[in-house]
């Protein structure tokens, strides 16, 4: 059987020798079925889970919209405040450039800074 299928069954090699040595192909098969059905429900509850959080998400962006249309400007900075936060690591980084007294990197500093 076919490696990457096998993970995904969450069943070994060995295994399924065990199995084929035992002359147990339907047990295979039954706990193949089984856990391919397992990785399904998975999976919906985990789509389920995405959708919810979509609709949420909706739903705020649809209040956002009220309140920048409709003149409430302090819940719409408030709403871009949540959604602009930034990054909250504590980690920073500090760099240095050095360059030549000529500038002769100058091309590469703006390719650096437009990067950045």
């Known amino acids: 059987m076919h490696a990457d299928f096998l993970q995904s ?14 002359g147990n192909m339907v047990e295979l098969f039954e706990r193949i079925m089984k856990q391919l059905n397992d990785n399904q429900n998975e999976s919906q509850i985990q789509n389920n ?17 009220v309140n920048l249309y409709g ?10 405040k949540v959604w602009n936060a930034g ?9 240095l450039i050095l360059i030549d007294a000529t500038n002769s990197m100058q091309m590469l500093l703006d390719q650096t800074k437009s990067n950045v």
């Open 71 to 80: 003149g409430d400007f302090e819940k719409a900075i408030q709403q871009l």
């Open 87 to 95: 990054k909250s690591a504590t980690n920073s980084c500090k760099t």
């Open 9 to 22: 069954v969450k069943i070994q090699e060995a295994e399924v020798d065990k199995y084929k040595a035992e």
């Open 49 to 65: 889970q995405n959708v919810e959080q979509a609709n949420q998400d909706h739903d705020v962006s649809e209040a956002f919209l």
